[in-house]
């Protein structure tokens, strides 16, 4: 994030910036992969891992969408509060029922959004590379990453409904609860 919202005071020339996030991306992306491997595959997957991943992993997609706000991407932010919300009510539910003695079960949507998101990013990163070299516009670039980004909103709010629906019966137990008995 810093390299793009600072890539003048770091002297990175426009046409050398979309390679250098192309790979900090990259790296970011399979070092969350290979997490998740390593967790599962020597058994080191706790309450704890499952509900602070998911949110490191949407804070750190947020916070790129969010740099895509700035130039040369431009992009809406009501195109991240999208990501926003849906994210936070579903960590905000995740925690509630975890502090209530019962987890919601992850569900493939959710990783299937975490793939498309990151996708739409590499996308936009890629598209810096014709952009800077001059062959595409700003425009081009701002309405590409738009539906891009887009589409993945619009799968991030049905993996969100999908969510809440397949844990409506641990929603529902989280709403009727008695205080008095907690």
């Not at 670039?141 to 629906?165: K, M, P, Q, R």
Request: charged share 15%.
């Amino acid at each position: 994030m810093l390299i793009y919202i600072e890539r003048e005071a770091l002297d990175i020339s426009p046409v050398v910036l979309p390679y250098i996030l192309i790979f900090l991306l990259g790296v970011s992306e399979l070092s969350d992969a290979f997490d998740g491997i390593i967790a599962r595959r020597y058994n080191q997957v706790t309450d704890l891992g499952k509900l602070l991943d998911p949110m490191a992993d949407s804070i750190s997609r947020i916070s790129v969408f969010l740099t895509f706000t700035l130039p040369p991407v431009n992009l809406h932010m009501v195109l991240i509060f999208i990501f926003l919300y849906r994210d936070s009510v579903i960590s905000t539910l995740r925690t509630i029922c975890a502090l209530k003695g019962f987890a919601l079960a992850a569900r493939m949507s959710g990783k299937i959004k975490a793939v498309i998101q990151a996708i739409a990013a590499f996308i936009i990163l890629f598209m810096m590379i014709p952009h800077s070299l001059g062959y595409i516009t700003t425009h081009t670039l701002h309405i590409v990453s738009t539906w891009v980004v887009a589409i993945a909103g619009i799968y991030a709010l049905l993996s969100g409904v999908d969510y809440i629906y397949a844990n409506r019966l641990y929603i529902y137990k989280l709403l009727t609860l008695d205080p008095k008995k907690d």
